[in-house]
């Protein structure tokens, strides 16, 4: 992944075990997000890998939901196609 990965400090905060609070689960994970398209353009096998890697990150925070389905991030989100 050509990005780099920001702590994932407060989107495992927010969304870690079961998500009580949707919305601001979603609303930190967008804020990061965007965050990561500021950085490259890359390409969509780049964009898998890098969402590939933060799923990691985030399970190993304990983040145990799907929360790339609970917000609706598609893999377009992190390619900017």
Not at 10 to 33: E, F, H, P
Not at 38 to 51: D, H, P, R, Y
Not at 59 to 74: G, R, S
């Amino acid at each position: 992944c050509p990005l780099v990965l920001p702590t994932t400090r407060n989107v495992s905060r927010d969304c870690r075990g079961t998500v009580r609070n949707q919305t601001a689960c979603c609303k930190t994970l967008a804020n990061y997000i965007s965050h990561l398209q500021k950085q490259s353009f890359i390409t969509n096998l780049q964009a898998f890998n890098c969402a590939a890697l933060l799923g990691m990150q985030l399970q190993k925070a304990n983040v145990t939901n799907n929360i790339y389905d609970l917000c609706h991030i598609t893999l377009k989100d992190f390619s900017l196609q």
